[in-house]
């Protein structure tokens, strides 16, 4: 115990003072401020054009009624909120003009209504057409059809009762078939799953990094004669995972600082549903990311015990990197219908429930029985893996020279010390 | 008091690398452990360290089995190793704190054996920064830094200049005079003859010779004669049937078969009034034995 301890705060203190693990934090740091500053940013740019202009925010778009067909009832449209301010025109610009206005970027884009043979033409211009699917957006019809209705209902001279009759009153509601809730927006959520796979992963893969530096500055035989090859296993993971969850703390506490400090007023709650971040879930969410880490990290062990050249590491991670994948992806893909059997399954399959079980807690999804199963079945994956590694990497570390074989390995396991 | 080692076997495979291997250390000294590159002496040293598990046999420490909690052993590998980006500090109190020591008394120890290895000045440094033959030094300290009973050394002076190799020599010294037992496996006969009573010479896992070095050489016949004249002497040798194995500016090592011949040689030389310098009837010396039992055996 004692030794394990040492082992882990020597790998503790080891990596606080690498110079890679110092600089590459406060790059990380300096990303996220600079990415939740990124709208403020983009106002203070815009700050002036803005003080013009009403919103920054807002797009431009130029209309160019030369005929006067909507008789002026287009003035309409920059009452009604549509998320862009219109400049109405009567006076002949030519296409070209246009097109200049919208490439020097005085407009975003441009309407241009004629008339010829008693029907009306509507030129619709933008910047580039990749984006439009070779229609005219759905948005800029009906927002014109409606105007050019509502301009020719006004003529007929209607009383208010009639003109009340004509304008439809709906109340339009989103309701789902099956009972379950499903709280907060899905892809934030697959986004926030993608960190947390990326946090256990990268500190998992440091275990084997260190294991075969070991072997390649040939510390190893010293390192066996000071302690059990069970201590220096157990020891490094539990030292290199106490860092990376730290590490992942202050990122995500730097996350949220950002998030309160410099984010728009009601962009965070838009994105998550704030009401479900508990602190069950942010025990629950380190919980998995210390069982998915040691997972991981365990097997990371075992691979980068049977390598002592680094640069078949690679080569020799290639099995659990391939495990890490697919347990990802079946979490990643599954939670786009997070009520599915497949769903479930992955929350509670060891190599995707550290990527899923955490989010299907925020989704309110979750029930506790599977929380338990999940945790559980982790917990026995853990003991089994932890048991073959080290067994392999007591027989593994001595061996220079070439990467050890499968078969070798199963012979280690049989035969191991 | 000692070690044991009886009957140790190990296979790999198919393949025998150590077969009924037997020695005892029951005073503190050198033992030296001999053999060509793949002899199975680093094999022998890890079952004695118990890094490797033996197939069969016994291996013991004042009588307990060896473990890591039974015996304070010191280890230096063949395999030369640090952590090339942790300060030389760091590591030194990691390896002393694993094995059990105190911190005040580790850094006490440090200090000490840093002063007597001359590398005090690297010990806030990184290893990377270090010669080879400094870094060394450093592992060799990694390796006695708690004061261990039982010392393996496998191949300490290879890679190490002669003035270090002095040094280390100088320390080996104090180690048995503190009462260490020590295990030294070499390939430099010269340096193992200057310190072992005892050896074992290992050939492909097995044992060809095995016992006190003086003993063993008295068992063997004078085989050469070492001869410094002011002049030529060619001719003297040849009439008395003699071959020369080595001459260079009239400094002769020549082949004899027996004590009798030197005295022949010397006294034909005395007859012919020329002038020596030296004269040595020499008895082989351990390369010689070695390359004949190995040679034997292949």
Not at chain 1, 226 to 240: A, D, H, N, Q
Request: glycine share 6%.
């Amino acid at each position: 115990m004692r030794d394990l301890w040492i082992v882990a705060s020597y790998t503790i203190k080891d990596m606080l003072k690498k110079k890679t693990f110092i600089i590459s934090n406060l790059v990380i740091f300096l990303i996220i401020i600079v990415g939740f500053n990124v709208p403020n940013i983009l106002n203070m740019f815009n700050e002036d054009e803005s003080s013009e202009n009403g919103s920054a925010l807002l797009s431009k778009t130029l209309i160019v009624d030369e005929k006067n067909i909507f008789e002026g009832s287009l003035e309409t449209l920059n009452t009604m909120n549509l998320g862009t301010q219109f400049e109405i025109t009567n006076e002949e610009i030519s296409i070209d003009d246009v097109k200049n206005k919208i490439v020097n970027g005085d407009v975003d884009d441009a309407i241009i209504i004629n008339e010829s043979d008693n029907k009306v033409n509507v030129e619709y211009i933008v910047e580039n057409m990749a984006m439009m699917n070779n229609e005219v957006p759905e948005k800029v019809t009906n927002m014109l059809t409606s105007a050019y209705t509502n301009l020719q209902i006004s003529k007929l001279g209607l009383t208010q009762e009639q003109l009340a009759s004509l304008t439809p009153n709906f109340t339009f509601e989103l309701q789902q078939a099956e009972e379950q809730e499903v709280k907060g927006n899905i892809l934030v959520i697959m986004l926030l799953s993608l960190v947390l796979f990326y946090a256990i992963y990268f500190c998992a893969y440091q275990v084997s990094n260190s294991i075969t530096t070991e072997k390649t500055s040939k510390i190893m035989e010293t390192l066996v004669t000071s302690t059990s090859p069970r201590t220096i296993v157990l020891g490094k993971t539990i030292g290199i995972g106490v860092v990376g969850l730290l590490q992942v703390i202050a990122i995500v506490a730097v996350a949220l600082i950002c998030a309160y400090a410099c984010l728009p007023e009601g962009m965070l709650s838009s994105a998550l549903d704030l009401s479900q971040i508990t602190p069950t879930l942010g025990i629950l969410t380190v919980v998995y990311f210390i069982l998915g880490y040691a997972t991981y990290a365990l097997l990371y062990a075992l691979t980068g015990s049977t390598v002592s050249k680094p640069e078949d590491v690679q080569s020799a991670n290639g099995p659990v990197a391939i495990i890490s994948i697919i347990g990802f992806y079946l979490a990643y893909f599954t939670m786009m219908n997070p009520t599915s059997d497949l769903n479930v399954f992955a929350s509670i399959f060891p190599f995707s429930a550290p990527f899923c079980m955490p989010f299907r807690v925020m989704m309110g999804i979750a029930t506790p029985g599977q929380i338990a199963i999940s945790i559980i079945v982790l917990l026995l994956t853990i003991v089994i893996v932890a048991s073959v590694s080290i067994k392999i990497y007591s027989n593994a570390i001595l061996n220079y020279g070439s990467r050890v074989s499968l078969k070798d390995m199963i012979n280690m396991y049989k035969h191991g010390s | 008091m000692g070690l044991k080692v009886e009957h140790v076997n190990k296979t790999y495979g198919t393949k025998k690398v150590v077969n009924d291997i037997s020695f005892e250390i029951d005073k503190p000294s050198v033992y030296g452990l001999l053999g060509t590159n793949g002899a199975g002496k680093t094999t022998t040293i890890r079952m004695i360290l118990g890094i490797l598990k033996k197939d069969s046999g016994e291996i013991s420490w004042n009588g307990k089995e060896v473990k890591r909690k039974n015996v304070n052993f010191g280890y230096l590998p063949e395999e030369r190793g640090v952590y090339p980006k942790t300060k030389i500090y760091d590591q030194m109190m990691y390896f002393a704190e694993l094995k059990g020591m105190k911190k005040e008394k580790a850094i006490e120890s440090l200090k000490y054996w840093a002063n007597r290895l001359e590398v005090e000045q690297y010990i806030n440094m990184t290893p990377e920064k270090l010669s080879k033959g400094n870094q060394q030094k450093i592992q060799f300290i990694t390796a006695i830094i708690h004061d261990p009973e039982l010392i393996v050394l496998d191949e300490p002076f290879s890679g190490l200049d002669p003035v270090n190799t002095e040094l280390l020599k100088n320390v080996i010294i104090e180690l048995i005079r503190n009462g260490k037992y020590i295990i030294m496996s070499s390939h430099q006969m010269h340096s193992i003859e200057e310190f072992c009573s005892d050896v074992l010479i290992l050939n492909k896992g097995e044992t060809v010779l095995k016992g006190n070095l003086k003993e063993i050489k008295e068992q063997y016949n004078a085989n050469r004669v070492s001869l410094s004249t002011i002049e030529n002497v060619d001719k003297y040798i040849k009439e008395l049937g003699l071959e020369i194995y080595n001459s260079k500016d009239n400094d002769y090592i020549i082949n004899i078969s027996g004590e009798e011949d030197g005295y022949k040689l010397i006294n034909k030389l005395i007859e012919n009034k020329v002038k020596v310098e030296k004269f040595e009837i020499m008895k082989p010396s351990l390369n010689d034995i070695f390359i004949e039992k190995v040679g034997e055996a292949k």
